[in-house]
């Protein structure tokens, strides 16, 4: 004896997608820039410098230094040129008086005889650093003012441009059941 069967079929569902990508634009401007530049600024005074010459013991060696103090020397000197003059006098009065001993005492003299007079030194030292030198420089004054740059930064908003794809979903086949039930004999 046959066993009668139930068939059943199935169909699947069968689904289809369409996509298409989107599209997107991104654009970002330049930035605006403005921009300045300060320039920087220095300014210079300045004295002159000094060369002081001091020659006064120059002249002093010479015997053309200052009247007071010329003077001031042979004032201090006086008394010991006194004494020297006194002594020369003395000198030649010996010898005249030695005469009669033999000799010309008086041209000797003559012969001797000076217009200046060699007591009456009264020039400074002589040397070779006898003048003063002095240097005095001058003064640099710098003022300086600092240079700077000034930004102005206008920042442009960026440019977004979207345009969505397409999604289509959609059934190319539904699915299906179908169940075929067995023949049955009506007869029993």
Do not use: C
Request: proline fraction near 6%; hydrophobic fraction near 35%; glycine fraction near 6%.
């Amino acid at each position: 004896m046959r066993i009668p069967q139930i068939q059943i079929n199935l169909t699947h569902a069968s689904l289809s997608i369409d996509a298409d990508i989107g599209r997107q634009h991104l654009e970002q401007p330049k930035a605006k820039v403005d921009m300045e530049q300060v320039r920087p600024d220095q300014q210079f005074r300045t004295t002159a410098g000094r060369l002081e010459i001091n020659q006064d013991r120059v002249w002093d060696a010479l015997g053309l230094g200052n009247n007071l103090e010329t003077m001031n020397k042979i004032y201090s000197m006086a008394k010991d040129i006194a004494l020297q003059g006194i002594a020369r006098i003395v000198e030649k009065g010996d010898q005249m008086a030695a005469i009669h001993l033999g000799g010309n005492p008086i041209a000797q003299m003559a012969r001797e005889w000076q217009r200046t007079f060699p007591e009456y030194d009264f020039r400074g030292e002589a040397s070779f650093d006898n003048i003063d030198m002095e240097y005095i420089p001058g003064e640099l004054t710098i003022d300086t003012t600092p240079g700077r740059v000034n930004l102005n930064v206008q920042v442009n908003k960026p440019i977004h441009e979207y345009e969505r794809g397409k999604l289509d979903i959609y059934m190319n086949r539904y699915p299906k059941v179908e169940i075929i039930p067995p023949r049955i004999d009506q007869l029993l």
